[in-house]
């Protein structure tokens, strides 16, 4: 499975998404669910006022019909008998309570019988046309006239009617009284206001009067008479908020009008106050969260920076930090790291530098005896040559031979020792160039070809190592190739973050059972006296490969050549600490 | 991963949606329509139920979407019954872009804002204004009442031929006198034409201070055998209630004017028998004005009267002209108008000529029992 690396940035900003969104979702269901509520407070609390003045209403009705009431006991009970005496009764009602306009008495078919004020032309008219006449004698209960257009006044009026005994009681009230009443409990004007109708939803008490006097009907009558509750709709071009309650003794309504805009400013206010609050939280958020990613991250390409630095050896490079506390703890012990990695390194470079005196010492102490040996063996040869016989004198060059792998068998050692403690100087190699130089150096013989595949890479490595592990091994091939016109075929695969080369040769092969050998030091498949072998080479090759990362394979068998692969990586990895 | 062609994606989707929602897709503007009547006083209910039967049409027509997708708003004035209130507020609705003016209903505010609707160029179409003299004009006046001479020449004939009234006395109103003189003028021409006697003639100012009494009183003595009572229904109401107590046997008699509501019920038993001629008959079986009589019961509480129908047909008549004009442009909006010539009425359909005067049928009707009734048919 191919892991994806994300970058932190991107990581960061996705995070702050994925937590805003939740928010804002939470934030605006949360705000609706609030106004909503809030709204309805206020539908409420505007029934709750409209129920109020209905009851307001209600018992400023319930005077006239008192009075009426007592008109009616008065009559009804014979207390007033006289005509006189019930005329000036019915004047002195009219005197002293101006709700009236005026108070009739009408007779079981509908005829004035008496009016205050009085009008003799009034007296004997019919009125049982009137609904308040059919209705209260129909029901025989009092009943509240729908506004109606009086025939003394001209003006629109209403009528309460109580059923007497013999015929009926008819006032007529003054509707700028109601309205006077109205008056006093008013709230506003055009937004907020309140309204009085007649069962049939003729206005009779608004602020402005002219819909009083036009009978203006804008209702709904069925909405109206049934349900008392706050409706929301469009009234003379304005979204009003329109709340209605009962007046139960008359089957008025009480309407209160308020502007919506009005109404919910206060609901608005705070969704906006809200709305703006988030706005504002949310910047805040995002900018403080910018300026912490910007520092993180900072801190991130400081700290990349550091470990770049000693990675290319430079330890001196001190990180300081007043940053978040994981960093300073982090860059502390970076610090601390380097540090130790510096001492380290100190200490390994003085012991691979007393390794390497040691090794050269050595060697050179190893290969002085080993001279000397070599020389007394040339001069007693030469002393002794008059005698020295033949079996003898090769024994001397066997000597001189086995002296020579002595001191190869030596720098075989030296060179081991010094891979991988050499530093690495990382250069362009530019592979098939560098074979090609390679193949002339080795200086084969014109017979022997080396062929090399096309798409050989460029790129920047430890060119030294790369040239002397194809070196050795090419030089391996021929040495132990079994004919002069052998072939070597040298190709490569790219394979991502390395490079698989491929030596390849024709020659007698090596069997399976050698293939671990081959690659231990010393270790030779022949007999020095058969080849001359210090056994170091290919161990060589597996160690320049493997300090690099790389790994190497044989595929042989017996008679059928020889095939090395080995990888060899494309980064350039600091690898030795010491100077050659 | 959210990149960021993405983020400015959304955010592009966003914003388009955002002005979509608030600019709440394309909102046609209203068509505006004045209606203009005399909505207080005395004589008021005419055109207080010739309005209700406008809002009825305005309602139904808003509820369907519109003229042309434009819904109707109604800008309702009260000329009081006064030509220099009907002046000022013709030219409030002619400055508000009203696109026609329904009103006014009475003779007496017509002929006193018609030069201006002329010189404005403003179409009015008047629901029950009857007046004769402006028959056959060109000009932008409509109406959908026929001219008040078939009404007078009808009760006249009538009251010769059917009820054998010989002699009469008249007594009319002197506020509306525009229509009043001219309606008993025509009706004394018929009447004298077929042999009848005028013995009394009065005149009377709709109101308090009139002495209804006193000129009852006259007419009661005049010996006349038929009294014609050219006012409006509370007026002529108040007559026959003074006739009532006179005790006068003479048949009454009285114009469209005063077929309202307040005619019965200010003039309850007075007003048994009294004849009118009307072209609109409150019992008609008809599905289609059953249905209006049952939305403007439920809606105002009370039966519609003929100025509430004829109101409900001039908006109707209107609202098709204007959708077939496609503009508001006056003169294109009569023409239409004229074109169609007839129209559906709730009760009968009825023509409309080049003048823009009406054609109806009328019929006699009376007063039985508290209800109007048809008596013959013409």
Same mark, same amino acid.
């Given at each position: 499975?191919?892991? &994806? ?48 003045? %209905? ?31 019930? #005329? ?17 008495? +009408? ?68 509707? %700028? ?141 001190? +990180? ?77 060059? +066997?000597? #001189? ?50 062929? &090399? ?20 091994? &090419? ?7 079994? #004919? ?89 990895? &600091? ?6 | ?378």
């Amino acid at each position: 499975m191919i892991k &994806i690396n994300y970058k932190l940035s991107n990581v960061l900003k996705t995070n702050f998404i994925l937590i805003l969104i939740p928010i804002f979702i939470i934030s605006f269901v949360t705000l609706q669910i609030l106004e909503v509520y809030a709204k309805r407070v206020i539908l409420d609390k505007n029934v709750l006022l409209a129920k109020s003045v %209905a009851y307001q209403v209600e018992t400023f009705l319930d005077h006239p019909l008192s009075i009426l009431r007592q008109l009616e006991v008065i009559i009804s009970e014979k207390q007033l008998v006289d005509e006189q005496e019930i #005329r000036s009764y019915l004047e002195a009602t009219i005197d002293n309570y101006k709700i009236f306009e005026s108070i009739q008495i +009408l007779d079981t078919k509908g005829e004035i019988k008496y009016v205050a004020p009085f009008n003799q032309n009034i007296i004997g008219l019919d009125m049982s046309g009137q609904e308040f006449f059919q209705q209260t004698i129909k029901h025989n209960q009092t009943f509240w006239s729908p506004s109606f257009i009086s025939l003394q006044t001209s003006q629109p009026t209403v009528t309460i009617t109580m059923p007497l005994k013999k015929g009926i009681a008819v006032a007529y009230l003054n509707l %700028a009284k109601l309205n006077d009443f109205n008056n006093r409990i008013h709230i506003g004007k055009e937004n907020f206001f309140i309204a009085i109708t007649d069962q049939k939803g003729n206005f009779i008490s608004h602020y402005n009067k002219e819909k009083v006097y036009q009978r203006d009907n804008k209702n709904n009558l069925n909405k109206l008479n049934y349900n008392e509750d706050t409706y929301q709709t469009n009234y003379e071009g304005k979204d009003m908020l329109i709340s209605t309650a009962h007046v139960e003794n008359s089957s008025w309504r009480v309407i209160i009008y308020q502007s919506k805009d009005e109404a919910f400013a206060p609901v608005y206010q705070v969704r906006d106050i809200f709305i703006a609050g988030l706005i504002i939280s949310l910047t805040i958020a995002l900018i403080l969260s910018t300026i912490s990613a910007k520092e993180i991250l900072l801190s991130f390409k400081n700290l990349t920076r550091k470990t770049k630095e000693i990675a290319t050896g430079n330890y001196n490079f001190n +990180l300081k930090y007043d940053s978040y506390k994981e960093f300073n703890d982090l860059a502390e012990s970076i610090n601390t790291m380097s540090e130790n990695i510096k001492l380290r390194e100190k200490a390994l470079m003085e012991t691979n530098k007393e390794l390497e005196q040691f090794a050269y010492v050595a060697s050179h102490d190893l290969k002085a005896p080993l001279r000397g040996i070599a020389n007394l063996s040339e001069w007693i040869e030469e002393d002794i040559r008059d005698v020295l016989q033949d079996e003898s004198r090769s024994m001397m060059d +066997l000597l #001189r031979g086995r002296v020579r792998r002595m001191e190869a068998l030596i720098d075989g050692i030296l060179q081991y020792s010094r891979v991988g403690r050499t530093r690495v100087e990382y250069q362009v190699a530019d592979v098939e160039a560098m074979l090609r130089d390679l193949i002339d150096d080795l200086d084969l013989p014109r017979e022997f070809t080396v062929i &090399i595949e096309s798409g050989m890479p460029t790129f920047n490595t430890d060119r030294t190592r790369l040239m002397q592990v194809f070196s050795n091994l &090419i030089s391996n091939a021929f040495k132990h190739h079994n #004919r002069t016109d052998g072939t070597v075929t040298i190709s490569v695969k790219d394979c991502g973050e390395f490079y698989e080369f491929v030596v390849t040769d024709d020659g007698p092969g090596i069997a399976p059972e050698y293939h671990a050998k081959v690659f231990e030091i010393f270790q030779t498949l022949q007999p020095r006296d058969k080849m001359e072998s210090t056994g170091v080479g290919l161990a060589i090759v597996k160690k320049i490969i493997e300090n690099q990362g790389g790994t190497i394979r044989l595929d042989s068998q017996e008679g059928q050549g020889v095939k090395f692969s080995f990888t060899w990586s494309k980064r350039n990895q &600091i690898r030795i600490i010491n100077k050659a | 991963m959210v990149s960021k062609k993405h983020l400015y994606f959304i955010f592009f989707v966003f914003s388009i949606f955002l002005f979509i929602s608030l600019t709440g897709c394309t909102k046609k503007e209203p068509i505006k329509i004045g209606l203009v009547g005399n909505l207080t006083g005395r004589a008021s209910e005419l055109a207080v139920t010739g309005r209700n039967g406008a809002e009825l049409a305005v309602n139904k027509i808003n509820k369907a979407g519109g003229i042309n997708g434009h819904p109707v708003q109604l800008i309702i004035k009260d000329d009081k019954n006064d030509p220099a209130t009907a002046l000022r507020v013709d030219q409030e609705l002619i400055d508000e872009g009203v696109a026609a003016i329904i009103g006014h209903y009475t003779s007496k505010t017509v002929l006193g804002v018609l030069p201006l609707i002329n010189q404005e160029e403003m179409l009015m179409i008047s629901p029950t204004v009857s007046i004769n003299s402006i028959t056959g004009l060109d000009d932008n006046f409509i109406r959908v009442i026929a001219p008040d001479k078939i009404q007078s020449h009808l009760l006249a004939s009538n009251a010769m031929q059917q009820e054998n009234i010989k002699k009469i006395a008249i007594v009319y109103d002197l506020s509306n006198k525009e229509y009043t003189e001219e309606f008993y003028i025509n009706f004394i021409n018929q009447y004298i034409q077929q042999g009848g006697q005028v013995l009394l003639t009065r005149a009377f100012t709709s109101g308090s201070d009139s002495n209804y009494v006193e000129l009852a009183k006259e007419l009661k003595d005049s010996g006349a055998e038929g009294i014609l009572v050219v006012a409006n229904g509370m007026d002529t109401a108040l007559f026959c209630q003074h006739l009532r107590k006179l005790d006068s046997k003479a048949k009454v008699m009285t114009c469209m004017w005063a077929m309202t509501s307040d005619l019965m019920q200010n003039g309850g038993s007075a007003v048994e028998g009294i004849l009118m001629a009307s072209s609109y008959d409150k019992d008609q079986p008809n599905e289609v004005y059953t249905n209006f009589k049952k939305e403007y019961l439920k809606k105002y509480g009370t039966e519609p009267t003929y100025s509430s129908v004829y109101s409900y047909e001039a908006a109707q008549v209107l609202f098709k002209a204007i959708e077939k004009s496609n503009n508001l442009n006056t003169k294109t909006i009569k023409n239409k108008l004229l074109e169609i010539k007839e129209f559906p009425g709730l009760q009968n359909n009825f023509m409309i000529d080049q003048y823009g005067d009406a054609k109806r049928s009328y019929s006699v009707f009376t007063i039985k029992t508290g209800q109007f009734k048809r008596v013959i048919h013409d």
